[in-house]
């Protein structure tokens, strides 16, 4: 193991601060229940990001006399994933796991198909929206048994919080296609 050189030091001894070396984490949670919750986090997170993704496409390409509307809709929607997935990685990191990052990672994690390579009709957005969000809320919510049992709080919360906010979009989405 590296040490570091203290400059008010004897020379050839060390201060103790080791340089290169991972760490152990002992916050309360056991490592299978950290990989555990870090697997389902890492599946929010791909969900999260392919609906931001989604929703970005959307509003550039959304056309019709609705346009204005969804436009701005599109946009505050699509602001809050693109705010929402980094307390989620953080999250990963915290339970001392890899953030997936790749849209290779993505694509294998994700529940969401991606976004039509041709632009649909307003209201067809309107609804792939609405359905992306209630997925999400599916993924945050089963994730809440493995926090649950592990006393996770923090994730408990972060995943209260994006409930909250998908199925409340869900619910404005598909009021948007009801007659």
Known sequence: ????????????????ISVGTSVGIN????????????????????DSYTLYLTTHNFHWNVTGPMF?????????QYTELWTAVDPIAERIRS????????????????????????????????RILMEGHEAVARTARGIFPL????????TADLLTQ????HEQTAWMLRSLLED
């Open 1 to 16: 193991m590296a040490k570091k050189k203290d400059a008010g030091a004897t020379p050839g001894t060390s201060v103790g």
């Open 27 to 46: 916050i309360g949670i056991s490592e299978k229940d950290r990989a555990a919750i870090a697997g389902g986090l890492s599946r929010l997170l791909a």
């Open 68 to 76: 204005n509307t969804l436009h701005a809709m599109f946009m505050t």
């Open 162 to 165: 994006r409930l909250t906010v």
């Open 95 to 126: 339970l001392g796991h890899p953030a997936p990052g790749s849209y290779a990672q993505f694509g294998k994690l994700s529940s969401l198909k991606d976004a039509p390579t041709t632009p649909p009709k307003a209201m067809e957005m309107v």
């Open 147 to 154: 926090a649950a049992e592990a006393s996770d709080e923090p």
